[in-house]
């Protein structure tokens, strides 16, 4: 089973920082991106930043200079690094997956727990 654990919430002042890590397990298969989302209080869930199998990278508009996304393929982990971080930054963070199947038009999706972070004034 296909497991997706995260790390690296917390609380933190304004201005400061976090490193959000997630390591996905249990897959058979090639990861073809690694994403984190996230979902403020009273609001949707949105993407917040990705990485493709190949190393591409994208931000949202909101988090970009201040946001970074990588990831270790050998050991099925994305981070993301946050800077700079506002009190609007405040959300619960998702770490996706997306999987390829047997076929290479066959894709899977799967979602950590979340984690909660908190960015006071």
């Known amino acids: 089973q296909v497991q997706l654990v995260e790390s690296g919430g917390g609380s933190v002042r304004a201005g400061g920082s976090l490193r959000l890590s997630c390591e996905v397990s249990g897959s058979a298969f090639s990861i073809k991106r690694l994403a984190w989302y996230r979902q403020p209080p009273g609001k949707t869930r949105d993407l917040v930043a990705g990485?493709?199998?190949?190393?591409?990278?994208s931000y949202e508009d909101s988090v970009k200079g201040r946001f970074t996304i990588s990831r270790d393929n050998a050991k099925n982990t994305v981070y993301l690094q946050m800077n700079s971080l506002k009190p609007e930054d405040t959300a619960v963070y998702y770490c996706h997956a997306r999987v390829g199947g047997i076929n290479w038009y066959d894709a899977y999706d799967y979602w950590g727990q979340g984690t909660q972070v908190t960015v006071s004034s």
């Open positions: 990485i493709s199998s190949g190393g591409t990278t």
